[in-house]
Nanobody, 117 residues
Framework: QVQLAESGGGLVQPGGSLRLSCAAS????????MAWYRQAPGKQRELVAR???????NYADSVKGRFTISRDNAKNTVYLQMNSLKAEDTAVYYC???????????WGQGTQVTVSS
């Protein structure tokens, strides 16, 4: 029954910004970890950023200082603010939610981010 819906992707020039949104169909308090992953052409899916129910965050080294993950519990939404975008950030970005209780990962459909001049 859980659904994750990403939005906010698009085409942006290098140095630009985008904010991705992940809207969950239920309270995100039910997930121990919310995260953003990305998959570039020809590469494996990689973790970009994650945030726990305790508000602990982790970032990939490649995005530290540029990306910020946050959540709005009232809106059941997790965000990824992406600043100073680089061509290397081009990928499909996926929202992920993990529940320890059910030992289940949920995935959104993905949203394309393209950084190009």
């Amino acid at each position: 029954q859980v659904q994750l819906a990403e939005s906010g992707g698009g085409l942006v020039q290098p140095g630009g910004s985008l904010r991705l949104s992940c809207a969950a169909s239920r309270s995100i308090f039910g997930f121990n970890v919310m995260a953003w992953y990305r998959q570039a052409p020809g590469k494996q899916r990689e973790l970009v950023a994650r945030i726990t129910v305790n508000d602990i965050t982790n970032y990939a080294d490649s995005v530290k200082g540029r990306f910020t993950i946050s959540r709005d519990n009232a809106k059941n939404t997790v965000y990824l603010q992406m600043n100073s975008l680089k061509a290397e950030d081009t990928a499909v970005y996926y929202c992920n939610a993990y529940s320890i209780y059910s030992n289940t990962n949920y995935w959104g459909q993905g949203t394309q981010v393209t950084v190009s001049s």
